[in-house]
């Protein structure tokens, strides 16, 4: 009986070894997929809120990255994505656009806007991520 205990045990190791190591190669497998990126053109000019009546402006150039297969949706649904980052940018105040923290931020948010707005209109949200190649306030 005590022959079968370590036998029985080394055989649950192994089991459990070869298992995550197939978790493991699915896992990465998955990551390792390219991900698609959608320019959006024309860029970006839009005013922003500012203190007293002077007029603030962003002017950026935006690309979002997606899956392959979400390509197609989000370019199919641009009035919809445009309208979204537009009012999201427009309502962002001076602090909200100034440094590169702030501008994380956006970009951030930007996406949530994205995505929600996407939702609403298709039920899925396809943005991974919102990028900036650039980005001017005045």
């Given amino acids: 009986m005590s022959l079968k205990m370590p036998l029985v045990r080394s055989s649950i190791l192994w089991l459990l070894f070869t298992t995550s190591g197939l978790l493991s190669s699915l896992v990465q497998a998955e990551e390792v997929a390219p991900p698609a990126y959608v320019e959006l053109t024309p860029i970006f000019i839009v005013n922003h809120q500012s203190e007293g009546s002077q007029l603030k402006y962003i002017k950026t150039s935006i690309s979002i990255r997606t899956d392959e297969d979400r ?8 009035p919809v ?4 980052i537009v009012m999201f940018l427009s309502s962002r105040t001076t602090d909200q656009v100034t440094g590169a923290i702030a501008r994380e ?8 806007a ?3 707005a996407l939702k609403t209109e298709t039920g899925i949200t396809p943005v991974k991520d919102i990028l900036f190649a650039s980005f001017v306030t005045q």
């Avoid at 390509?71 to 641009?78: G, H, K, S, T």
């Avoid at 994505?81 to 979204?84: E, I, K, L």
């Fill in 71 to 78: 390509v197609e949706l989000i370019e199919d649904n641009m």
């Fill in 81 to 84: 994505v445009r309208d979204a």
């Fill in 105 to 112: 931020e956006t970009r951030e948010g930007a996406a949530e």
């Fill in 114 to 116: 994205v995505n929600n």
